[in-house]
């Protein structure tokens, strides 16, 4: 009973974010390239769980996200395990599942 309780409210936060992955896909002023280039600082290929925090703080927006929150980012999304993102690894954030 409890992991029911715990499942489904993860169950429907995935379902919400991609629905806005999809959204997101469409809209005209969003590139990926743009992106990943804001998150990297413009001048290195792989994405840090601290260029992570600050990408967002490039975007205004604070407060979201932290050492540990950027780390299970990186740690979810990281296929080659080296601790930071690829282009396409972080491509696979923003892309919606189907």
């Not at 280039?37 to 703080?57: P, W």
């Not at 930071?84 to 599942?97: K, R």
Request: aromatic share 12%.
């Amino acid at each position: 009973m409890v992991v029911t309780l715990f499942v489904k409210p993860v169950l429907d936060m995935e379902h919400r974010l991609e629905q806005e992955k999809a959204k997101l896909s469409f809209a005209s002023d969003f590139s990926l390239a743009g992106a990943f280039n804001i998150f990297s600082g413009y001048s290195e290929a792989r994405v840090t769980n601290t260029d992570l925090i600050l990408g967002l703080e490039r975007l205004s927006v604070t407060r979201l996200c932290d050492q540990v929150d950027a780390a299970l980012v990186i740690n979810r999304f990281d296929c080659d395990e080296d601790k930071s993102l690829s282009y396409w690894e972080f491509a696979n954030i923003f892309l919606p599942v189907q």
